[in-house]
């Protein structure tokens, strides 16, 4: 299985997240104050976005970035597979 990049799945994840809500790129862009443009190249994975743009996005989309975060993290771990040298924090 080849593994994500963590760009294309943060990207991957906001267009998730915008569709769920039923918003289209310009409401997005506006409300995060960045270009149509460059969010759509964020969304595909072709940029690599700030903290600061991620925050923004992630205000316009009234989503935590610690829940992005969470969304992320699960993505590239399904894409990364099973591994020996995945640790393991124990509570």
């Given at each position: ?23 289209t790129l310009r409401e997005v862009s506006s409300a995060a104050r ?48 099973p591994s020996e040298y995945r640790m393991t924090v124990a509570a």
């Open positions: 299985m080849k593994s994500a990049l963590l760009r294309e799945a943060l990207g991957e994840s906001l267009r998730e997240q915008r569709f769920a809500q039923g918003r960045v270009s149509l443009g460059y969010l759509s190249e964020v969304e595909r994975g072709q940029k690599e976005a700030s903290s600061e743009l991620i925050l923004a996005i992630c205000t316009a989309l009234d989503l935590p970035q610690s829940e992005l975060m969470r969304i992320v993290s699960d993505k590239m771990l399904k894409s990364e597979g």
